[in-house]
């Protein structure tokens, strides 16, 4: 009541304004008004708009309103100016109707046309303006509102190089019930659904205690945990029900520990996220990229936000759209790698490494891609699959560093498989050809049936070089370049770096990209020759390092590249693992928008070196160290080399590997891998060959 006498004053007093104000509206027309109103909307000039309605406008808004009405849609569109463009106008006797197009500039959302009409009626010798809010846009009522709305765009998903999902969006299976519908028998229902998922039913009253609105959530799990005996019982339980899509969202890693380092994980903004320019505005839950392939593309992955700003009627209901801007997900990402065989490799390492540790590479020698890089010991990815990461504290405290990315993070001597590169060198450079004999007779120092030892003769070294390979007992024959390899003398490539001399040896490092950044899409360590080159100045060192000694350290990854050369006519190409960035298609299908093409590393060797000395690799594996790496797969052709070497120089820690490309009778690829405990390598790498055999 008091709203409407409000309403009449106002009424009264505006047609009073108005006959005083419109005394010098006389001898306007319908143009002259229409023209003069248009023109003031162009300017946002509102108080000159409304002195021009009649008053039955007047009367259903004051001016106030007026002005809210349009700066509550002009202001949420951010528009900055608007201009017009007349259309016909059609005579209806008491008024004239005007068509218009209006077009609103804004710098945000670009242009906004609304098709729009104006009426001017004359009353008595006035020309007024009849408004309604459809002057403000098109198609709005009086009691319509306007809206934003945002839209969050989907983290990207990972795959493998065969489309198999290995990082998903998904749904927890969520077990819960209404609260206020289990009040008074929360610990019944909580000892009842920790009895059949046998959980700790005090666990089940902190999940339920912790849990926002009405939604109680006791427990979640991943898809495949919950059986159906389980599921009949919970649902058994009154007022418990079951949810798989909507309540407990999650980055689900489907392959539990394989890849886990090198995929990394992502984690739910922060706060301090926030204070950097790239995520200051994201949403809350929106996830952000920690570690391995989740960081290192977070800007690929992360989906962007979409708007829609509409009119919503009194009903709430959804009317016209005024600009829409949709989400995007985020952009996949396709590995080269076959998760399969990362996995079947991940639990051979689980069931037979047990507290050791060690890695497995996988690459294709001639494009660089890697198929597998497992390292053990890994973790179960799905600890960071919830908002809130659960048990992760453990990963960082144990002290087998499940973590760590042994393949590129880690560094080793790479002991004998540095030979295979040592001979290369050797043959390069002319020093040696592969029938070249060690002077046995004048150089060895001291032997017995069991071990050789050897100092350079006239040299004032402390240690020996030792030869324990029986078969290289110098009763045996001579020993060259064939046999060095075959049994991996230390003796025959320590004398052989100190005859190729420390400038050869600094150059051919470079030559194969030591002390080189090894490009990878996640950051690998360098290798090393020495400490300080000066260090190899020393004799001693430098015959050491000819059978990766020394001071010299590799990591698996670019070991295996190196070794790589050996199926790939001595180029070693880059090595990577991102085949290509992916969009979804509306059939679920990846499309490849951004593929990596294969790129050299370093063109180290030629093929006539390089083939040599895989010849004697291919007898290393059917006669020599290697032979224990091929047992059962005679159909293959495979080029080898063993390995074991000292962590460091104080320490009585080992590292055992063994390297190979498969030349025929499977998949053409270099293998890598390690064991700090020697036996384990060669099973490990049998049962690698075996998955790669055609």
């Known amino acids: 009541m008091k709203r409407f006498l409000l309403k009449l004053v106002v009424l009264t007093v505006s047609v009073t304004a108005l006959l005083l104000i419109c005394t010098s509206c006389v001898g306007y027309s319908y143009d002259g008004v229409a023209t003069a109103y248009l ?116 983290r990207g998903e990972i795959f493998d190089r065969d489309g198999r999902v290995i990082v998903k969006n998904d749904y927890a299976i969520t077990v819960y019930a209404d609260k206020s519908k289990i009040e008074g028998r929360e610990d019944s229902v909580c000892a009842q659904v920790a009895n ?18 009405t939604t109680g959530i006791l427990a979640t799990l991943f898809k495949g945990e919950l059986t159906a ?70 800007s690929y992955l992360q989906g962007k936000k979409g708007m829609q700003i509409y009119l919503l009627s009194d009903d709430s209901k959804r009317k016209t759209v005024l600009y829409e801007k949709p989400a995007q997900d985020g952009y996949d ?37 890697v198929i597998t890089m497992v390292s053990y010991p890994s973790y179960n990815a799905n600890v960071y699959a919830f908002d809130k990461a659960t048990n992760y504290g453990d990963l960082f405290q144990n002290k087998q560093t499940p973590l760590l990315n042994r393949n590129i993070q880690g560094t080793y001597p790479p002991g004998s498989i540095f030979k295979s590169v040592m001979a290369c060198i050797g043959l390069d450079t ?30 004032n070294w402390s240690n020996y070089i030792i030869r324990q390979s029986f ?62 080159f000066k260090t190899l100045n020393s004799q001693k060192l430098l015959a050491d390092t000819g059978f990766g000694q020394g001071e010299m350290l590799f990591t698996p990854l670019q070991l295996c590249s190196t070794f790589s050369m050996f199926g790939n006519s001595g180029t070693i190409m880059q090595p990577y693992i991102v085949q290509s960035i992916c969009t979804t298609n509306e059939f679920g299908e990846l ?47 495979i080029a080898a080399k063993t390995g074991t070497a000292q962590t460091s120089a104080n320490s009585t820690g080992e590292v055992g590997w063994y390297a190979g490309i498969v030349i025929e009778g499977g998949e053409k690829s270099a293998v890598l891998v390690s064991a700090d405990e020697g036996d384990l390598k060669f099973a490990c790498v049998n049962h690698i060959f075996s998955q790669l055999k055609n």
Do not use: C
């Not at 959980?199 to 902190?206: I, N, Q, T, W």
């Not at 051979?348 to 497995?360: F, I, P, Q, R």
């Not at 499309?591 to 063109?603: A, D, G, L, R, S």
């Open 39 to 154: 023109n003031a909307f162009t300017r946002f000039d509102y108080e000159k708009m409304y002195d021009m309605l009649t008053p039955g406008s007047q009367g259903r808004v004051d001016y106030e309103e007026f002005v809210e009405y349009h700066k509550k849609v002009y202001d949420t569109l951010k528009i900055q100016s608007v201009s017009v463009q007349r259309g016909e106008s059609v005579d209806n006797g008491i008024s004239k109707s005007y068509d218009y197009t209006a077009t609103f500039k804004s710098a945000e959302y670009g242009e906004f046309t609304f098709d729009m009409q104006l009426e001017v009626y004359k009353k008595a010798k006035f020309y007024l303006v009849a408004w309604t809010p459809a002057n403000v846009v098109s198609s709005m009522n009086w009691n319509d509102r306007i809206f934003l709305s945002e839209t969050l765009g989907k």
């Open 196 to 213: 059949i998922l046998k959980l700790e039913s005090d666990a089940v009253k902190k999940s339920l205690s912790k849990s926002y609105g």
């Open 229 to 298: 005996e389980q599921e009949t019982a919970l649902l058994e339980i009154e007022s418990v029900k079951i949810d798989r899509d909507s309540i407990t969202p999650i980055r689900y890693y489907p392959y539990g520990e394989a890849l886990a380092q090198t995929l990394g994980y992502a984690t739910p903004v922060t706060e301090t996220d926030r204070e950097k320019e790239e995520y200051k505005f994201l949403d809350e839950g929106v996830r952000v990229g920690r570690s391995g392939l989740e960081a290192a593309f977070d």
């Open 333 to 369: 990402l396709k590995l080269t790698v076959d998760i399969l065989l990362q996995k079947s490799v991940t639990d051979y390492m689980n069931e037979h490494y047990k507290s050791s540790s060690g890695t497995a590479t996988v690459i294709e020698p001639t494009t660089g891609a």
């Open 430 to 459: 002319n020093t040696v050809a592969t029938s070249t004999i060690f002077p046995y007779e004048n150089e060895i120092q001291y032997y017995t049936a069991e071990k050789e030892r050897w100092r350079p003769a006239g040299s």
């Open 471 to 532: 078969p290289n007992a110098g009763y045996k024959g001579r020993l060259d370049m064939n046999r060095g390899l075959i049994w991996s003398d230390n003796i025959y490539f320590g004398w052989l770096a100190m005859k190729v001399g420390k400038t050869n040896m600094i150059n051919y490092a470079t030559k194969i990209g030591i002390g080189e950044q090894l490009p990878f899409e996640l950051n690998v360590k360098k290798a090393q020759l020495a400490n300080d």
């Open 591 to 637: 499309e490849e928008i951004n593929v990596t093409e294969p790129k050299v590393f370093k063109k180290a060797f030629g093929e006539t070196v390089t083939s040599a000395v895989r010849a004697i690799l291919e007898k290393t594996a059917t006669q020599g160290t290697g032979k224990s790496g091929v047992r059962g797969l005679s159909s293959m052709r």
